[in-house]
């Protein structure tokens, strides 16, 4: 147990652990867990020490003895009864309690609208006009309402240090609360089984501060940049004669694919492949060589792009800032 | 007294392949339960194993999605369809009978049928590896993702029919258990005095009889849906996924309280017998079964609260799961009661299922924060819940499991089961166990979700996987160990007598193995510990009878010199369960393959059923001469 505890401990630090949750609901979720472990912990300790007693205690010296027949105990067994009766009580009201407070987002929420993928997120602010994949961008502080569903099979939405997960189901709507208190990266996954890289569906949410916020919104509201470099140009050539336009969109541009992730500002993420690869070139090129070499399963078929269209979409594509 | 001898029922071969095939002896068949549920054992356990070599670094890639998916979702199936429930049936099919002083059970034909249908059922699902690929969406088989859309392979029609074909042997021998338990006990063996084992098996057969009809229309409209173009679970087209999610669940937890509550009735005999003492509480036992099994029908959406269900559904399926605790907490406190004050003798049976309760109460406990909705919403589909299943199906039923076929072997066999490898594979299975699974709980608290395939370095999970991965190996090894003794004690175990524990229950009464037709004259029962009796004498402080062995005599040997034996009829070997067990399932490879199985299934199916009904259930009468 002990060595259990201080590996967690020495792990934790790294770990997107619900024990260091960061949001209103997170932190509520995290108490009613701390709650309900100290009566677990003082159950267990009781129980297996009563066990572990009786079994040592009442070890048989004489293999031939025979003890006296005891067939219960009304009195006793009442109590006991009573007593874990009372104790569940008390969970269920604290669980009742915490629930009602973090089932429902505040009023002035910021509305997003969450869509599951085999395999990567769908970000959308419908007040702001933004769409984006796999990496949320939110104001610390802010409430969200997010909306969370799915175009295609049962995924669920879990970033564990911002509270508890929300079952992302095709043709239905469930709301989340999501709040970030403290600027920083937020690490999360796909955690409803959804295919053959339900392990490598994987999101960040990036809390940033207010004015950062209104920067970023700026930023992705505007149509995608032209390109100006010769081989970024290359690039957007391949991009619009390829079958890339026909699953990805590219604001301003011919391509409006809505299969695939929304490109417009894919420069401008820090990872790529539904986070599965931090976004340098060399990663890019990778991906776009072989995507289901990354991302088994992949809907993004293999492209055949010969190394040349490869450089030059890797160019195009990082200049979408 | 030899001209009143009766006729020894020998009425069929007794040994070779086709005695086997032909057997309706619930011993036999309990024995081919046990034997097929021990061979799928190795393929689950096999499945575990690569699952942990998976995950035992990250980014590894020794089976890589789809594939990694395939193994999950049968290693899932397998040990619950496969492994825990046959080998659970397989053990009451085998003891309850003697516990309750039964020939054999009610249908002897429909129980051949039912260990028949298992066995077929389990190679059917285990052929889709062979044929095009295995099941791949989880032992839950959530809907969409199993419509042909999104997975277009056999492997979940193989998975919907083998589970079919797994329900039909599930329902028979339910119905077989509830008709011999009610309708076969021994004169004088009221309910009151039922052995626990016996109450937990009709507990749970009343489980499988309700449960099992909302899985099995589930998977009905599952296959209509894919192979019909209907869309009962398909949103694109109004249909609804969750309505798949509440009827697999409306058998998936009353299941789990199948797979458990047959192992708390063998712990409920074990730990009396080897702290020579009564249950204490058999009342609060017994009835807390059938708590646990009513409240089990009340808890189904607790594997739902992330679904999106109002909150005040939510509640009432939070406190309905807290609401088992109670029965569960009453069955470990009368089991630790038990222990307490008595002569405890540490043979492998008693480590077991007293290891049995010491790792249920972790699982039980780890149950409560899934049962609180708001840290559910954290912990659910993360490594938090395969460490809590884990703790009730592993350290909870397999446990039991071992602990009973420990208990059982000499009964069975005739012969003991080594201690000291029974202790060695005890010290391997304990520390094993604890080292796979406690780790997960802090891996799902540390955000790890199940079902993944792999992971990234640096989100600090890999030393606890590493360690789970380790502990997996040293728990398998423990089982090696288990197969070894089981082996080398067929062969050259010590030999066993009737009464090696100095039992409670009647099956203690009879010669080790029993014969064929368990009793020669059925016993008259007056108290919950008929063999006890026999033995001892007195209350609260008991001393031996003093001819106690001559007390077995009448009711174990053969029925020579006994001049109140009555005629003995036993029913006849029969070919046809195995041949109608045979039909369905080539009809069911006819849906996945090639068409021209199924006319043959059919035929076969007929044939079975035709010669089933006109063959005579007993051969020609077996009189007494007197």
Known sequence: MGVMLGLLTGCAAQSPSILRPVSPKGRAEADLFGFILAITAFVFIVVEALLLYAVVRFRARDPRAIPPQIHGNRALEASWTTVTALGLAVIFAMTWRTMAATSTPPADALPVKVIGHQWWWEFQYPTLGITTANELVIPVGQPLRVTVTSADVIHSFWVPQLGGKMDAIPRRENVLWLQADAEGTYYGQCAELCGASHANMRLRVHAVSREAFDRWVEAQRAPAASPTEPLAQQGYQVFMSKACVGCHAIDGTPAQGKVGPDLTHVGSRTTIAAGLLENTPENMARWLDNPSAIKPGSLMPRLGLTPQEIQALVAYLSSLK | MASSTVALPRVYAERGLLSWLTTVDHKRIGILYILGAGFFALIGGLEALLIRTQLAIPNHRVLVGEAYNQVLTMHGTTMVFLVVMPVLAGLGNYVVPLMIGARDMAYPRLNAFGVWMFLLGGIFLNLSFLLGGAPDAGWFGYAPLTAKAFSKGAGIDFWILGLQLLGISSITSSINFVSTILLLRAPGLTLNRLPLFAWTTLVTAFLILFAMPSISAALFLLFLDRHLGTHFFNPAAGGDPLLWQHLFWFFGHPEVYIMI?????????????????????????????????????????????????????????????????????????????????????????????????????????????????????????????????????????????????????????????????????????????????????????????????????????????????????????????????????????????????????????????????????????????????????????????????????????????????????????????????????????????????IPLGLLLFALGLARWVQQPLFPETHEASS
């Not at chain 2, 959406?301 to 609401?323: I, K, R, T, Y």
């Not at chain 2, 080292?435 to 999970?461: K, N, S, V």
């Not at chain 2, 082996?487 to 010669?511: C, K, N, Q, Y």
């Not at chain 2, 034996?565 to 039909?583: F, R, V």
């Open chain 2, 261 to 597: 509550l047959p192992a708390m009735g063998i712990v409920s005999e074990v730990l009396p017998v080897f702290s020579r003492k009564p249950i204490f509480g058999y009342t609060a036992v017994a009835y807390s079964s059938v708590a646990i099994g009513f409240i089990g029908f009340t808890v189904w959406a607790h594997h739902m609260f992330a679904v999106g269900l109002p909150d005040v559904v939510n509640a009432f399926f939070s406190a309905a799961s807290m609401l088992v605790a109670v029965p569960t907490a009453i069955k470990v406190f009368n089991w630790i009661a038990t222990i307490w004050g008595g002569s405890v003798r540490y043979r492998a049976p008693f480590l077991f299922a007293a290891a049995f309760v010491a790792l249920f109460v972790i699982g039980g406990l780890s149950g409560l924060f899934l049962a609180s909705v708001p840290v559910d919403w954290q912990v659910t589909d993360t490594y938090f819940v395969v460490a809590h299943f884990h703790y009730t199906l592993f350290g909870g039923s397999m446990f039991a499991i071992v602990a009973g076929i420990y208990y059982w072997f000499p009964k069975i066999t005739g012969r003991f089961l080594d201690e000291r490898l029974g202790r060695l594979h005890f010290a391997l299975q304990f520390i094993g166990f604890n080292l796979t699974f406690f780790p997960m709980h802090f891996l799902g608290l540390m955000g790890m979700p199940r079902r993944i395939y792999t992971y990234a370095a640096g989100l600090g999970w890999e030393s606890l996987n590493l360690l789970a991965t380790i502990g997996a190996f040293i728990l398998a090894l423990g089982f090696v160990v288990f197969f070894v003794n089981i082996a080398r004690s067929l062969v050259a175990g010590e030999r066993a007598p009737d009464d090696p524990w100095d039992g409670h229950t009647l099956e203690w009464l009879t010669s080790s193995p029993p014969p064929p037709y368990n009793f020669a004259r059925v016993p008259v029962v007056h108290s919950r510990r008929p063999a006890w009796d026999r033995k001892y004498t007195g209350n609260p402080h008991p001393r031996p009878v003093a001819e106690a062995p001559t007390a077995q005599a009448p009711v174990g040997d053969g029925p020579e010199g006994d001049s109140e034996a009555e005629p003995i009829h036993l029913p006849a070997p029969s070919l046809w369960p195995l041949i109608l067990a045979a039909g369905l399932t080539v009809f069911a490879l006819g849906l996945v393959t090639h068409w021209i199985f």
